[in-house]
């Protein structure tokens, strides 16, 4: 029975209210971190708000003004034009083909970079070898080195190979390109991990692919949502790679959206080019919704540990 029990109720009163201080709701560190987060909040969503009112209205409605009020009357003609109709160049299909080019050159090379990078960081974090810390410089120095640097020998390697201008070719450049970054975030994410779990398998008899498909794999899918994310964010969105590398029935979703943008032939279409630029990033948009808790814990594990 605990002393508390003893004290009568008369004397509970006359002593006052115990325990922790209740906090205020509105007090003025709340107000300023509350007002702050919707000012910023405000700041990010108001042109997603205006993509969204602007696609849904008829272009009489769009002459008359005021972007910010929402549709007298909703429509959706101008996403079905935008998917299936709009102008890209010498095809009038839309958004469609640019879609399924988008599909074929980001799922292969989203998944056979993630594969390889897996693996390097994972020797270099746990199987050390000669050269090892030399290695890992030169992907670091790889992650930052300005792409366009690189264009022209690569427009030559695959012109030699006789892959320039096709979706092959195309992935391999995004599957390299990716390479640097992703290692790195493996590697430091191995790192991060428990070195006694590897001893103890090591111990066991354990060998290379044993250990990486038993036990790194199973423990790593916050730096695979991570590297998956920024994989699919990074050539999803790719206008320069696009445009250089591949041939115009190749484009992606991103080279189409521009051609639909700047077209100079006929009337201005906000409301198609509205819809059209939310299809466009639809996907990176559902993925970060999707498994954002997971991006956090990863990029927060992968980046404190070098």
């Known amino acids: 029975m605990k002393l508390s029990d003893h004290i009568s109720p008369e004397k509970r009163l006359r002593e006052g209210p115990q325990g922790a201080k209740p906090k205020r709701v509105f007090s003025s560190r709340n107000i300023m971190l509350y007002g702050i987060l919707f000012v910023a909040a405000a700041y990010y969503l108001l042109p997603l708000y205006v993509m969204v009112v602007t696609s849904l209205k008829g272009m009489p409605e769009i002459r008359m003004g005021n972007i910010f009020s929402p549709p007298m009357e909703i429509t959706f003609e101008p996403w079905v034009k935008a998917w299936s109709e709009a102008c890209t160049g010498l095809n009038c299909d839309g958004l469609s083909r640019g879609f399924w080019n988008s599909v074929r050159i980001t799922l292969p090379s989203m998944v056979i970079s993630i594969l390889i990078a897996s693996v390097s960081g994972y020797s270099l974090a746990n199987w050390r070898f000669k050269g090892a810390n030399l290695f890992f410089a030169v992907l670091v120095v790889g992650a930052f080195i300005p792409y366009q640097v690189m264009i022209y020998p690569i427009v030559i390697i695959l012109r030699e190979v006789g892959i320039y201008g096709s979706l092959s070719g195309l992935v391999i450049v995004h599957t390299i390109f990716g390479m640097p970054i992703l290692t790195l975030l493996f590697r430091n994410y191995f790192s991060s991990l428990p070195e006694e779990l590897f001893k103890a398998a090591r111990v066991d008899g354990a060998g290379f692919w044993q250990i990486y498909f038993r036990i790194m794999l199973p423990m790593s899918l916050p730096i695979f949502v991570v590297a998956m994310i920024l994989q699919v964010t990074g050539i999803?969105?790719?206008?320069?790679?696009?445009?250089?590398?591949?041939?115009?029935?190749?484009?992606?979703?991103?080279?189409?959206?521009?051609?639909?943008?700047?077209?100079?032939?006929?009337?201005?279409?906000?409301?198609?080019?509205?819809?059209?630029?939310?299809?466009?990033?639809?996907?990176?948009?559902?993925?970060?919704?999707?498994?954002?808790?997971?991006?956090?814990?990863?990029?927060?594990?992968?980046?404190?540990?070098?």
Do not use: C, H
């Not at 790679?241 to 979703?253: A, H, L, S």
């Not at 009337?267 to 999707?290: C, D, H």
């Open 236 to 306: 999803w969105n790719d206008f320069l790679f696009g445009v250089v590398f591949t041939r115009p029935e190749y484009y992606p979703m991103t080279v189409q959206l521009n051609n639909i943008v700047n077209s100079v032939q006929g009337v201005k279409e906000y409301n198609v080019n509205m819809a059209a630029t939310i299809l466009t990033g639809a996907v990176p948009l559902i993925i970060y919704f999707v498994s954002g808790r997971l991006f956090v814990r990863g990029i927060a594990a992968g980046a404190v540990k070098g």
